[in-house]
């Protein structure tokens, strides 16, 4: 989401803003819902409140399929993990963007320290080539939180289910409510950090200046 998509939903930002808005936490996004309800304030709760945005959103999705189409809880929503890498795979089965084994080389494709003035500079929307599912910086220029909650013994692997949180686990001395997953990896990160299945976690608190805002139109179907 850009700045200027965010000021069309709540007015309170640049209109000609192209870069990605950021200095949003999970918190902020989603408010108190755990990561399997929906979300209960914040930027998601006021586009599911909105029947334009709504009716934007059902353009996104098969309504002629009937359990699509009859489920209450289809709302817009961060997107879990495995929804994340799979948008930004779009089919591509090698370690790093877009096709490659290494990341020599894969600064053409995406924005990180060494190309974005030590990373202290963030970038317009659409300025990198986009996947081949047209979706743009999945992994550069900022950061994505996901919906998942941190499960410290589910560290190597995500869901299979891909509208189903991780939403408990053993989560060590964080305390498993109060920390998410983020993908993507933002230019603060050096160019070896860009593998499409780099995970890490942080705070759902935290405000920072690389974690943008990444918008699903999706189900809130419980976990596994």
Known sequence: MTGSQYAKITGAEDPSDKKPKVLMSWNSMRGS???SARPSSGIFAIMNSNAVFAAEGKKCVDLNDPAIAADATIG????TESMWEI???AGDTHKYPVGQDTYSGIGT???YYDNSDSGTTLHEVGTKPANA???YDMPGNVCNYCRDTWNSTDLATIQTNAFAPVTSGTAGSCGTRSISYYRGNSTDERIAMFAYSG???ESKSGQYKGFGIRIAYIPQE???
Do not use: P, V
């Open 133 to 135: 599912w047209g979706f």
């Open 87 to 89: 948008a930004a795979r």
């Open 222 to 224: 419980q976990a596994d």
């Open 199 to 201: 995970r890490q976690k």
């Open 33 to 35: 819902a755990g990561s």
């Open 109 to 111: 494709y995406i924005w």
């Open 76 to 79: 817009f929503d961060l997107l």
